[in-house]
């Protein structure tokens, strides 16, 4: 049962990524998914998340209107495509499958960095 994060890389400002996590073992849709930052000497960062069921979708004001996240049922994966990237916005992106009573599983994370 894993997570794996990929679609991270160099990018200048104003370019656009999309990340993707891929789950295997157990059905992502089932679950909720976050997707989390951590940058150079920053703390840990929730930037946005995908609940289960009526996929309702939550942003943190940094990212809100340049990000969206998305999930692809049948290929058990859930995006988060990144759009007008800022140097601020680098850092390692980390996805998150949660649910009540469940264990939580992580990706290992990938690596955004912006810069020209």
């Known amino acids: 049962l894993q997570l794996v994060e990929s679609g991270g890389g160099l990018v200048q400002p104003g370019g656009s990524l999309r990340l993707s996590c891929a789950a295997s073992g157990f059905t992502l849709d089932d679950y909720n998914v976050r997707w989390f930052r951590q940058g150079p000497g920053k703390g840990r960062e929730g930037v946005s998340c995908i609940m289960t069921g009526e996929d309702y979708t939550i942003y943190s004001d940094s990212v809100k209107g340049r990000f969206t996240i998305s999930r692809d049922t049948s290929k058990n994966m859930v995006y988060l495509q990144m759009n007008d990237l800022k140097p601020e916005d680098t850092a390692v992106y980390y996805c998150?499958?949660?649910?009540?009573?469940?264990?939580?599983?992580w990706g290992q994370g990938t690596q955004v960095t912006v810069s020209s």
């Open positions: 998150k499958a949660d649910l009540r009573n469940k264990p939580d599983y």
